[in-house]
């Protein structure tokens, strides 16, 4: 006897009854797989010989939980917390077999069922919090009931899975199994018969003992980082705190304060970026399945053994491709090689990986000093300095070696795609790969597509992205593309602005660090060197002018030789071996010197302008990157400035937060920076039309993508 839903099936076999869920790829727990399992704990019902339940996936994890479309059309009936509470009132024993991921509703389906087997490979998660939300359906209840309060609340704090041993010693599965889950789970389900187990409702545990404040501060002081200028960790705290009540009251708390997470603009925010973040590998044009397939990529040559070049190597290592990292220097080679080794030394000291692994991955980069060592790879990626013509050399040489269908691509972070492919008799199989430093860490990869790069190119590239596991967002070719074009010619000029009109380095930064910025803009540039900009406009001036002044402090700076950590001062000074940015005096005698040349009245300023002008401008030029269709939709700005520059992502990325702000309130603010400042501050036009029409960047991505649909 069989029963089925679209995505749940009802079978038997023996005494136990079968609820199989089937919906690819995640089995979000949709309003269609909930009415599924209800409609499945019936069937069961009417079958006498049936004397257990056993819930499992048909596919490669339990369920990943939600289905995000629902947090903003509603959840209809029944919900999940309707199926949790027919699984707790069965008649009949109820066990879950997880398989690969059981995350957020998805765990919390399985903690109201009676009985939890888990396979050693499941990971088990809430990462509610990730969102800018609390745990809905009860995990805040009955978590504490199975694991207890405080490690409960250190679990959904932290929002990353746990593995099924981990999950077993805390009191979370019951049992851990290899091989065959299924067979494993019947095997399991005999067993809890013959020892005439029944149903063990998790609601009906005792409750919960109480967190005391010292649970609470150490379990924030942990997660402190992660967590800066969120606010999701008071309502988890509070709900937790709500299962020490009976059930019924706890459960009404927790109601309560995950509709209140849920309407908070963090929430939005954080929604926001996961989404855009899934929009990004989109383009139109390209066929969906050209762009999800897997990249045909196995051999992978980098021109430039770098500090980049070597990043780089290190992630298609990490990916399993075999990698050639190719200079005309041995020292450079080996320097790299030094690199490389102490970088995958550091993953195996803190536990990311084993040392057996570091190894294998170590061994697939192999060295060579000849381009012709790159003759054979399917992808090429030169990252040499930020020259163009000798890039445009590189690119031409690789061009005659290389397969003519075999991908070709520019590291370059502001010079032109469409140029340096022209110096090729092959522009098409061109494109840029901007990688963003660490390049085996930050989780963004700007795509430039040049004037002739064709769709096949570009959707190697998605596919690539992919691989990598990297936020991939599509640039059109311009002066910096969407993210250094918004820095340079925005946020890191009006910082510098700032600094001759009186603010001083560590006012600026502490003032963008306090507003959500991982690192303020000083200490980014003496981080990666105040050279790397200089040469960086120093191409731009071949090309385009900028009103002074424009990165004078900077630039001087470079003339002197103060190109930050890695010459001991630039913005600041730093200790021998140490990091800690110190004020410098010299610093500030040099920058009154120059504002004093442009006869610059300096003053006092607050944090708040300090703050209001660098994000104002910001977003002004980040419209104008969006009007000139350099970037396609606001949003995969958004992804750009929260995966490689360090925008907060609870704001949701610098266009989310303008809609917060109201395009007329941010309309009004440049344009009386405009009058109070002058040249660069004119308001873009994008801005002004979509504030006099009482719009937002976000319903004007939405039109335009309708509209090209």
């Not at 066990?95 to 490979?121: F, P, T």
């Not at 790069?453 to 992919?466: C, P, R, W, Y």
């Not at 520059?645 to 610098?654: I, Q, T, V």
Request: aromatic share 6%; glycine share 8%; net charge neutral.
């Amino acid at each position: 006897m069989t029963a089925s839903s679209k995505f749940v099936a009802f079978d038997e076999t023996g005494a136990v009854g079968l609820i199989r869920l089937d919906k690819p790829p995640v089995n979000a727990l949709s309003r269609d797989v909930r009415t599924g399992i209800l409609d499945a704990i019936a069937e069961a019902s009417k079958h006498t010989q049936i004397k257990i339940l056993l819930i499992y996936s048909a596919g490669s994890m339990f369920s990943a939980g939600a289905d995000l479309k629902e947090f903003d059309t509603g959840f209809g009936e029944p919900s999940l917390q309707d199926v949790q509470a027919a699984l707790e009132r069965s008649r009949l024993p109820v066990v879950a077999a997880i398989n690969g991921l059981a995350l957020g509703g998805g765990l919390e389906l399985a903690m109201a069922c009676h009985y939890r087997v888990a396979h050693k490979n499941a990971k088990l998660g809430l990462p509610e919090i990730t969102l800018g939300i609390i745990p809905g359906a009860g995990a805040t209840q009955r978590l504490p009931r199975l694991i207890g309060a405080r490690a409960a609340l250190e679990m959904i704090l932290s929002g990353a899975p746990i593995s099924a041993s981990e999950a077993k010693s805390k009191g979370l599965v019951d049992e851990v199994v290899e091989g065959d889950l299924r067979a494993s789970a019947l095997n399991f389900c005999e067993r809890l018969l013959q020892n005439r187990l029944g149903p063990r409702p998790t609601s009906n545990l005792a409750a919960a003992s109480s967190l005391t404040k010292a649970d609470i501060a150490e379990a924030l002081r942990a997660h402190a980082r992660t967590l800066k200028g969120r606010t999701t960790q008071a309502f988890v705290v509070d709900a937790i705190k709500a299962s020490a009540l009976p059930f019924a009251e706890g459960i009404a708390v927790e109601a309560e304060l995950a509709q209140k997470s849920l309407a908070s603009r963090e929430s939005q925010a954080l929604r926001h970026i996961f989404l855009a973040e899934r929009e990004s590998g989109k383009v139109a044009g390209l066929p969906a399945r050209a762009q999800e397939q897997e990249a045909e990529i196995k051999r992978v040559a980098i021109i430039g053994a770098g500090t980049m070049g070597s990043a780089i190597a290190i992630a298609f290592a990490d990916a399993g491709r075999t990698v050639t990292l190719i200079d005309n220097s041995q020292t450079a080679l080996a320097r790299s090689r030094e690199v490389i080794a102490s970088t995958y030394a550091s993953s195996v000291k803190r536990g990311r990986i084993l040392q057996e692994i570091a190894h294998e991955r170590i061994a697939r980069i192999a060295a060579g000093m000849q381009l012709a060592d790159a003759a054979d790879a399917d992808l090429v990626i030169e990252a040499v300095f930020e020259d163009l013509d000798l890039k445009k050399q590189v690119l031409s040489a690789l061009d005659s070696i290389l397969p003519s269908d075999h991908l070709l691509a520019s590291n370059t972070s502001t010079l032109s795609v469409t140029e340096l492919a022209r110096a090729t008799a092959h522009p098409g199989r061109v494109l840029g790969l901007h990688f963003f430093a660490p390049a085996n860490v930050t989780r963004l990869l700007e795509i430039v597509r040049g004037n002739d790069t064709s769709g096949e190119t570009l959707a190697t590239a998605l596919q690539v992205a992919k691989l990598l596991k990297k936020n991939p967002v599509v640039s059109r070719d311009a002066f910096g593309f969407i993210g250094n074009r918004m820095m340079l010619d925005g946020y890191f000029r009006e910082a510098e602005q700032l600094l001759l009109e009186g603010a001083s380095p560590m006012q600026v930064d502490a003032a963008l660090e306090r507003f959500g910025f991982a690192m303020g803009p000083q200490r980014v540039s003496d981080l990666g060197g105040n050279d790397v900009g200089t040469k960086t406009r120093i191409q731009l001036y071949k090309r385009e002018s900028r009103p002074d002044p424009y990165f004078v402090i900077a630039d001087r700076l470079t003339e002197l030789g103060w190109l930050g950590q890695k010459t001991g001062r630039g913005f600041y000074r730093y200790e021998s071996g140490s990091r800690d940015a110190m004020p410098d005096p010299e610093v500030t005698a040099l920058i009154e010197t120059l504002a004093a040349q442009r006869n610059m009245v300096r003053r006092d300023i607050k944090d708040d302008e300090i703050v209001e002008r660098c994000i104002l401008s910001l977003i002004n030029v980040g419209a104008m990157v969006l009007e000139q269709g350099i970037a396609s939709r606001a949003s995969d700005i958004d992804v750009v400035w929260t995966s490689g520059y360090g925008f907060p992502r609870h704001l949701g990325g610098p266009m989310f937060y303008a809609d917060t702000l109201g395009l007329g309130h941010v309309a009004e603010r440049i344009r009386y920076y405009h009058e109070k400042l002058g040249h660069y501050w004119r308001p873009a036009e994008l801005i002004e039309r979509l504030a006099a029409a009482n719009s937002t960047f976000e319903r004007s991505t939405l039109a335009d993508d309708s509209a090209k649909r």
